[in-house]
């Protein structure tokens, strides 16, 4: 059950666990700043750099500008591109025919080796992106000189609770100014031109277990942005800050909290009746980690919320019911952050489905008329088509192998689970599983054929109700059995169905509700998709291919090496009459795919970078580096009995294995323990129990860890070192 466990703690890309890093910092880490306290009170200055020259001119980002996104192709305006968010750039020069000189044109080393998920912007010839720990920079787009960088000096102790490693997928800009969401829980506004604080607030109740790594998004003047954490249990919510002084505007919770204290408006009233239990004690959970969208027109601003907290509904609202507003599209106004609209994807999610996925809007030909709709390619494997301004569901069809339902009935809006897919009977082989048909990496839509390129993977997983369930603040609260392969029939289970695992980009055709083209891919988790008027679609690999696509048939044409694996989504812009491709390379998972894949392919040292390509680029990346990692020869021996290696794996798994791998295989961008030196076996205890280390965001442990579990966890790690040899 090696692999698909590892898979699990991926999925939450939410905000699982403890992110620890147990080793010294890698060569290319740059020194950790001091721990906790210097969060939001510290304001550290931008850090200048060389005598790059920023334009002139900070003409400001206004929503007109944005709404109008097509009028000014050279840039790059929001997350999305445009406020529909359809990744589609209508710059032509690199097209199916001018590709074969696509080269490199200039790369920058971000200075980390963890992961960079940033979809970065352009805005008049400056890139605005963001890398590990929240740190941003400003490019020279046309030469990739470093303007300014500004690090928030993250909190180490609330990165803890980021699932999946202390990632952040870009920023906004608004005005005169950049806002990021930091791991931490702020959200900082910066000088565009200086990078320089003009003003910060706290995004959460600090202590509590949520973290952002999800892009804010701006409309109306008013800075959106939301949180993960629904695997520590958490209440999910999106709040909109005044873009000018940061000033909370409003604030709108996706779960009721507890009726004693009155609920907020009528629409937390109306959820609360779908709720059974005590559920507030869990959190409830449905955070908005990642997407949104915006229509001007209809003047609606549109959230995607997670999974329920805990996973296992049985667990958090015993008596059933559909759990609003999880795993659902919810459609707000903008300027006060009133419901609207809603549309569940998984009435009372007990599967770790999201409806996060990526919201995009486009006008399609639907019945003989054209229809405004919002699409989206949800965790569950159903394609969802649904009128925008109304919320009624059109379509929705698979677009991935799907057993937990056998379709959705368009007449009630509500899947058709399959028998015993609530796993409360007995253990489940489900698909897809907490990983998704889709997860966080965008897709793409190009009008000229009318298809949504997805990055889609077919990973099943086995469900199994946790009967000795007990919440924790140190590990993962899904209330299910993690630990399912620890019986040997269902390790045979786990081994037929790791088989079966497979990635894929697909071109869906929305209206005709099936594929048109897919290319099946090496690897599952590959990068998110740009597609543009050069009948092209870009997308990188977990294998750390940049490629290139036809859009309407799926020829690859073009391919490059990011030496790296790359998640993020692909970009285009243009300066001085030129247009780029830009792509954030660096693998930002912490665990190990199936079959140890990642383990492979994403580096040590994991270089991440900005690389950009252009038509005759001249640039080239300096040879890969080959770290060749030797288990050390002075390490301790084994000294444990049986006994003790077994509940040091039993720990190990529990506290460890989120971000360490599974049985101690690490997918590298999180030390691989098997590797530590004897020196860290030495300080082991420092480590671990008193967070020696907590500058990489390695917490301590002595809270939920005595000396003698420590020691235990470290003989587990130990055999399986020496195992390594
Ligand atoms: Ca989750």
């Known amino acids: 059950m090696l692999q698909l466990r590892s898979l699990a703690c991926l999925s939450a890309i939410v905000v699982l666990v403890a992110c620890s890093e147990q080793e010294p910092p890698a060569a290319t880490e740059p020194a950790a700043p001091?721990?906790?306290?210097?969060?939001?009170?510290?304001?550290?200055?931008?850090?200048?750099?060389?005598?790059?020259?920023?334009?002139?001119?900070?003409?400001?980002?206004?929503?007109?500008?944005?709404?109008?996104?097509?009028?000014?192709?050279?840039?790059?305006?929001?997350?999305?591109?445009?406020?529909?968010?359809?990744?589609?750039?209508?710059?032509?020069?690199?097209?199916?025919?001018?590709?074969?000189?696509?080269?490199?044109?200039?790369?920058?080393?971000?200075?980390?080796?963890?992961?960079?998920?940033?979809?970065?912007?352009?805005?008049?010839?400056?890139?605005?992106?963001?890398?590990?720990?929240?740190?941003?920079?400003?490019?020279?787009?046309?030469?990739?000189?470093?303007?300014?960088?500004?690090?928030?000096?993250?909190?180490?102790?609330?990165?803890?609770?980021?699932?999946?490693?202390?990632?952040?997928?870009?920023?906004?800009?608004?005005?005169?100014?950049?806002?990021?969401?930091?791991?931490?829980?702020?959200?900082?506004?910066?000088?565009?031109?200086?990078?320089?604080?003009?003003?910060?607030?706290?995004?959460?109740?600090?202590?509590?277990?949520?973290?952002?790594?999800?892009?804010?998004?701006?409309?109306?003047?008013?800075?959106?942005?939301?949180?993960?954490?629904?695997?520590?249990?958490?209440?999910?919510?999106?709040?909109?800050?005044?873009?000018?002084?940061?000033?909370?505007?409003?604030?709108?919770?996706?779960?009721?909290?507890?009726?004693?204290?009155?609920?907020?408006?009528?629409?937390?009233?109306?959820?609360?009746?779908?709720?059974?239990?005590?559920?507030?004690?869990?959190?409830?959970?449905?955070?908005?980690?990642?997407?949104?969208?915006?229509?001007?027109?209809?003047?609606?601003?549109?959230?995607?919320?997670?999974?329920?907290?805990?996973?296992?509904?049985?667990?958090?609202?015993?008596?059933?019911?559909?759990?609003?507003?999880?795993?659902?599209?919810?459609?707000?106004?903008?300027?006060?952050?009133?419901?609207?609209?809603?549309?569940?994807?998984?009435?009372?999610?007990?599967?770790?489905?999201?409806?996060?996925?990526?919201?995009?809007?486009?006008?399609?030909?639907?019945?003989?008329?054209?229809?405004?709709?919002?699409?989206?390619?949800?965790?569950?494997?159903?394609?969802?088509?649904i009128d925008r301004a109304t919320g009624e569901l059109l379509g929705a069809d698979p677009y991935v192998k799907v057993t937990w339902a056998s379709h959705v009935d368009l007449e009630t809006g509500r899947p058709v689970e399959a028998p015993n897919a609530r796993y409360d009977l007995s253990q489940q082989a489900l698909q897809p599983g907490p990983f998704g048909g889709h997860n966080w990496h965008p897709m793409a839509f190009n009008p000229a054929t009318n298809?949504?390129?997805?990055?889609?993977?077919?990973?099943?997983?086995?469900?199994?109700?946790?009967?000795?369930?007990?919440?924790?603040?140190?590990?993962?609260?899904?209330?299910?059995?993690?630990?399912?392969?620890?019986?040997?029939?269902?390790?045979?289970?786990?081994?037929?169905?790791?088989?079966?695992?497979?990635?894929?980009?697909?071109?869906?055709?929305?209206?005709?509700?099936?594929?048109?083209?897919?290319?099946?891919?090496?690897?599952?988790?590959?990068?998110?998709?740009?597609t543009t008027a050069g009948n092209l679609v870009f997308q990188g690999t977990n294998r750390g291919q940049l490629n290139a696509y036809r859009a309407d048939t799926g020829d690859r044409l073009w391919s490059a090496d990011g030496q790296t694996g790359i998640h993020a989504a692909p970009i285009s812009f243009a300066v001085d009459g030129q247009q780029f491709i830009a792509i954030s390379a660096g693998s930002g998972t912490a665990m190990a795919l199936p079959g140890g894949q990642l383990a492979s392919h994403s580096l040590p040292p994991n270089r991440s970078r900005m690389l950009a390509f252009a038509l005759n680029g001249s640039a080239s990346l300096p040879a890969a580096a080959v770290v060749e990692r030797k288990v050390a020869a002075d390490l301790p021996a084994v000294t444990g009995n049986t006994d003790a290696l077994a509940t040091g794996k039993t720990l190990y798994q529990g506290y460890c294995s989120r971000c360490h791998g599974d049985n101690v295989v690490s997918g590298n961008v999180i030390p691989d323990l098997r590797y530590s030196t004897a020196d860290v076996h030495a300080q082991w205890q420092a480590i671990v129990r008193d967070g020696a280390l907590l500058g990489n965001g390695m917490m301590g442990f002595k809270e939920w860890l005595d000396a003698e579990q420590v020691a235990q966890i470290q003989q587990y790690v130990l055999s399986r070192a020496h195992a390594a040899k």
Request: proline share 6%; glycine share 10%; net charge negative.
């Open 34 to 385: 001091p721990p906790a306290a210097a969060a939001p009170a510290a304001v550290p200055a931008a850090e200048p750099v060389a005598a790059a020259t920023a334009p002139a001119a900070f003409a400001a980002v206004t929503g007109e500008r944005i709404a109008a996104a097509d009028q000014e192709p050279g840039n790059w305006l929001s997350h999305g591109r445009s406020y529909g968010e359809q990744r589609f750039s209508p710059l032509d020069q690199i097209n199916a025919d001018t590709i074969k000189d696509l080269k490199l044109a200039w790369y920058f080393d971000f200075d980390t080796n963890r992961g960079v998920e940033a979809t970065p912007l352009v805005v008049d010839g400056v890139m605005y992106t963001t890398a590990s720990w929240s740190v941003v920079y400003a490019l020279d787009a046309k030469t990739g000189k470093q303007l300014w960088r500004y690090d928030p000096q993250a909190d180490r102790k609330q990165a803890f609770y980021a699932c999946c490693d202390v990632v952040n997928r870009g920023p906004a800009v608004w005005g005169d100014k950049v806002f990021v969401g930091v791991i931490d829980g702020r959200l900082i506004a910066l000088d565009r031109a200086t990078g320089k604080l003009v003003w910060e607030t706290l995004t959460i109740e600090k202590g509590k277990p949520y973290t952002i790594t999800g892009a804010p998004r701006v409309a109306k003047g008013k800075v959106i942005i939301g949180n993960g954490g629904a695997e520590f249990g958490v209440r999910g919510y999106v709040s909109a800050y005044d873009a000018d002084t940061g000033e909370m505007a409003w604030r709108f919770y996706t779960v009721p909290g507890n009726p004693a204290d009155g609920f907020e408006n009528a629409a937390m009233e109306n959820a609360a009746k779908t709720w059974t239990g005590e559920w507030w004690k869990g959190g409830g959970g449905g955070t908005v980690w990642d997407s949104m969208a915006f229509d001007p027109e209809l003047d609606l601003l549109y959230v995607g919320t997670g999974n329920g907290s805990p996973w296992n509904q049985r667990l958090r609202s015993p008596d059933g019911g559909d759990n609003l507003f999880l795993t659902s599209i919810v459609a707000l106004r903008p300027d006060t952050g009133e419901y609207v609209w809603h549309y569940q994807t998984v009435p009372g999610d007990t599967w770790d489905f999201t409806s996060t996925q990526h919201i995009l809007l486009a006008d399609l030909e639907w019945g003989g008329k054209v229809r405004k709709v919002l699409m989206q390619a949800p965790k569950n494997g159903f394609f969802y088509v």
């Open 451 to 530: 298809l949504i390129y997805v990055p889609t993977q077919d990973l099943p997983f086995l469900y199994k109700e946790d009967k000795a369930f007990e919440p924790s603040a140190a590990h993962y609260n899904l209330g299910i059995h993690f630990d399912a392969g620890a019986l040997p029939e269902d390790n045979v289970k786990a081994g037929e169905i790791a088989k079966t695992i497979t990635g894929a980009l697909t071109a869906w055709d929305p209206v005709a509700k099936k594929p048109r083209w897919r290319v099946e891919l090496q690897d599952v988790w590959n990068g998110g998709v740009l």
